[in-house]
């Protein structure tokens, strides 16, 4: 199934995409080169008792602290994320890098930890992410705010909550207890992926993209992603940190075992390009 992110930030930084963000160096040694300034370029609201300048600061000195020990510029989103607390992409000689707000109290070790598994890609250093989040599972979202989108089943074709209560009748013998409800329509943009369809282990909520709202989608294909979601409760992604398997074997032969398995595959294989368009 193709994907697109879901991750929201708090605030992201970044520098120029040509120089280093890399600190000031200990006095009587020259920088090797004029540090760039970091730059707020998004927020959301605010999550701890930190005013947002404090929360700035030491994300700001975190992400000069990364870039400072591996050496070379370091894009850091910093995020109230409730199930991916470490992600990274490295290229371009640039680590894109999202961490949990809880890393901007991280102990070095950690932090040296972040810099080995995301920046240089020691497996080892996962273990040790791992133990740290573990301790600090008090500090991970679990409940939605206020300011969440509803979850809306009702949709101009297809009712979600219909299918549903049908597909856990019949697959899952009313053993699947989540919410379900259409997502939100993404902003209108060329895009290469879409994810249609995300579910929330911390709230058992199910969201469908708008996108399979629409009268040229089968019912069958809907219904098939419904069901695909609703897997992940009885399934639940194995693995470490950005090493995460989120559709293990036995998840991928109980959804072989949908009766239009090989033909939705086969629609969402042809029409993947008007799903794109929105």
Known sequence: MTEYPRQMSLFTLSGSPSASLRPAPPPLQPPPQPPVRNRLVEEAPRIVSETRDELFSRAESLAWRLSSDLGIPVRLAVTDNRSTMVSFRRGGNVLQLRLHHMFL???????????????????IAGGVLDDYIRHQQPRIRQFRRETDADLNPVGRCFDLQHLFESVNRTYFQDG???????????????????????????????????????????????????????????????????????????????????????AALRWERENLSVLLRG
């Open 105 to 123: 109290d991280a102990p070095e070790a950690v932090l040296r930890a972040v810099a080995d598994y995301a920046g240089r890609g020691n497996r």
């Open 176 to 262: 699947i207890q989540a919410r379900i409800g259409w997502g939100r329509m993404p902003p209108r943009r060329r895009r290469k992926s879409i994810r249609l369809g995300v579910y929330d282990h911390q709230t058992r909520e199910i969201r469908i993209h708008p996108a399979l709202d629409r009268p040229e989608v089968p019912a069958f294909f809907v219904e098939f992603i419904v069901f695909h979601e609703m897997l992940h409760q009885l399934f639940p992604s194995t693995g470490r940190g950005s090493r995460r398997v989120h559709h293990p074997r036995a998840f991928r032969d109980r959804e072989k075992s949908f009766p239009h398995y090989v």
